[in-house]
């Protein structure tokens, strides 16, 4: 029998990622004399770069099939499967894969010709052409990737054994490869101002101080870098950039200090600094306004809090539940902003509540709450109104009348252990889920997909081997589930 283990990333629009990992990455593999090079040669197919792009019932998924590894299209409807990736030899690993904003294209990090030693390539969506992008210099591996539109793309290389990273912006087919910023002791956060314009931190030696950076990238002329001044801003190491939904503010979070900067930002220029202190975790800007959710670690006998910054003035939750939350799982925006949801448990209890606050009224929903971890897999559907969860079986919640019924998504197997992560697709008609099972007496892995319109449940692939090694997947505009190897395009 074939054991097939999917990593998936559903698709049909940009910048999506799935990762592989587990048994090798990018810290370079072994030491000192060189990297041994792969005895079998990679095929490259006949050049066309004319394909047609993937649709909402596509899915790319990374698969290792009697110790062979490739990247494959499936079909959701018809559970066809093409090969997308030049052909890899055994052993290699795909650690991180995008999709260019067209969705013709897409391209992957791999140590697809080395052991342990990664590089960047693009593939049509049909299979019908592969390339390497990347420098091919045998002391640097590519840590992270960008689409610039849909023609080129922005990545990073890192040294395999020494600190030190460079900055390269390249055709897709490879050609016109320019390095933008090099030998940086390194290059971290990087954030789109626009199609013309990237900011990026980096450290140019290893006194532990981070420098800000604009790329313009206008075409017509070479890319050009420009240092910021942030002396002024008392910023030692910068762990996130993000920009408000109209690019008018910019959050530069301290990763020392534990402080979040709100820094004003007209016409190239940096203005007025807000600081928030105490910040524990991530920041989220809102989608329609400039305003922020953070999380204040106040004290450590009161927990953590979730507040919200807006016109100059924070503002508390008033969820009288989540008081003293201890681990906080997930925190979101809708999409029209006028509500948030977050995931949490208290140190009062083991419970883990999925609550939803109305901004305009602060009315808490507590739309479920368990004394289960697999709460942590909770999803919402793309409209809002309906919520996933797995408690035994999958769990489905209406979010206008609170009522739950439950889907049997294991039905047919021996047995089960976990389902451990859900995803909705991007019509929101199925729901797909990572499963951790059991059958014939082991365990395996299992992806099943869950038709809400026809309440239809089906594999959408065989049994799966045993081991974490391929646990990513993602949908666009959501997080990676699973946990990355490699960084991942966030734009």
Known sequence: MKYIVWILLILSVPELTACGGGGGGGGGGGGGGGLPERTEAVKSKEPSWDSAPLTD?????????ENQQA????????????????????????????ISPDGKKISYIADQETDNHYELFVSNSDGTKNVKVSSGDPDKEVRRMYWLGDERLLFIEKHDFLAGSSLYIANYDGSDRVVVAEDKYSISFLSFIDDTAVIYSAR????????????????????????????????????????????????????????????????????????????????????????????????????????IYKNGSSIDIADTY?????????????????????????????????????LETQEVIVINSQSDHDMMDYELSPDGLTAVYFDKQLQVIDIATMSTHSVDILKGLDGYIKVKYLSWTNDGANVIAKANISHNGKATYALIQYDTIDNKVRLLSDEFEGGDSFACFALYGKKVKGGCYLAFDER
């Open 71 to 98: 990247i494959y299209k499936i079909n959701t409807l018809t559970n066809n499967k093409i090969a997308i990736s030049d052909e890899m030899t055994t052993g290699a690993k795909v650690a991180t894969l995008t």
């Open 322 to 358: 989540a008081k003293n939350i201890s681990i906080l799982y997930d925190f979101r925006w809708s999409d029209d902003g006028s509500y948030i949801e977050y995931i949490y448990s208290t140190a009062d209890d083991n419970t883990i509540r999925a609550t939803r606050v109305i």
């Open 204 to 307: 140019d030696n290893s006194n532990d101080k981070d420098n800000l950076y604009i790329l313009r990238l206008d075409d017509g002329g070479s890319p050009v870098s420009e240092m910021i001044d942030v002396s002024s801003w008392g910023v030692e190491r910068i762990d996130d950039l993000q920009w408000s939904y109209d690019k008018s503010m910019v959050t530069v979070r301290d990763h020392y200090n534990k402080k979040l900067l709100l820094i004003n930002y007209d016409n190239d220029n940096f203005g007025d600094i807000n600081e928030i202190s105490s910040i524990s975790g991530s920041a989220m800007w809102s989608p329609v306004d400039n305003a922020i959710m953070y999380v204040v670690d106040s004290a450590f006998a009161d927990g953590l809090k979730i507040n």
């Open 57 to 65: 019932n596509d899915i790319v998924v990374i698969a290792v099939e």
